[in-house]
T-cell receptor, first 113, second 115 residues
Framework: AQSVSQHNHHVILSEAASLELGCNYS??????LFWYVQYPGQHLQLLLK??????LVKGIKGFEAEFIKSKFSFNLRKPSVQWSDTAEYFC???????????FGTGTRLQVFP | EAGVTQFPSHSVIEKGQTVTLRCDPISGHDNLYWYRRVMGKEIKFLLHFVKESKQDESGMPNNRFLAERTGGTYSTLKVQPAELEDSGVYFC?????????????FGPGTRLTVL
């Protein structure tokens, strides 16, 4: 079955620490990749997306993600987290020419000052 | 620009009752999606409208779920009769164009609890 795996379910960091959240998917062929974030009490919002071109994608709030096709991965990174990055992060994939998003189970990030 | 809105924000009903969830997409967005997140699990696709037509309903769990989008504007998702396993957060999303790369904008969700 097609799936998206997020290996870290709960991550706890101190401010200024570096962040890397893993995401792997199990589709062959062309895919589009997304990271969404849900801050406490807010809507899901798009952090960044990749569909072609440079595999290193930069998003909002200093986040970036790297698409590694050979590893079927799209890990999210941030060099220095802030308390305001406390949120739940979702990796999602859709296949080329389809709209529906397939999500991972989410990673809850807590950042302590 | 107003975002995607959903009503109600919370609903608590008893098993066997009926509940109707509403989603208002961003104005001008032809594509409307319903997703659901059962506690502790992933957000799962339910269905996709393009204007008033159901483009993909492959994620609908069973025939107790009925989605409509009359006139191609807002959408409703009715659960009748509700079962315990229907509890979860129901998200609506909309996008402007029918391309897989287009961003889907999500609403705040409706938290449904079936007792």
């Amino acid at each position: 079955a097609q799936s998206v795996s997020q290996h870290n379910h709960h991550v706890i960091l101190s401010e200024a620490a570096s962040l890397e959240l893993g995401c792997n998917y199990s589709y062959g062929g062309t895919v589009n990749l997304f990271w969404y974030v849900q801050y406490p009490g807010q809507h899901l919002q798009l952090l960044l997306k990749y569909f072609s071109g440079d595999p290193l994608v930069k998003g909002i709030k200093g986040f970036e993600a790297e698409f590694i096709k050979s590893k079927f991965s799209f890990n999210l990174r941030k060099p220095s987290v802030q308390w305001s990055d406390t949120a739940e992060y979702f990796c999602a994939v859709n296949r080329y020419n389809t709209d529906k998003l397939i999500f991972g189970t989410g990673t809850r990030l807590q950042v302590f000052p | 620009e107003a975002g995607v809105t959903q009503f109600p924000s919370h609903s608590v009903i008893e098993k066997g009752q009926t509940v109707t969830l509403r989603c208002d997409p961003i104005s001008g967005h032809d594509n409307l999606y319903w997703y659901r997140r059962v506690m502790g699990k992933e957000i799962k696709f339910l269905l996709h409208f393009v204007k008033e037509s159901k483009q993909d309903e492959s994620g609908m769990p069973n025939n107790r779920f009925l989605a409509e989008r009359t006139g191609g504007t807002y959408s409703t998702l009715k659960v009748q009769p509700a079962e315990l396993e229907d509890s979860g957060v129901y998200f609506c999303a909309s996008s402007q164009v029918r391309e897989s790369t287009d961003t889907q904008y999500f609403g705040p969700g409706t938290r449904l609890t079936v007792l």
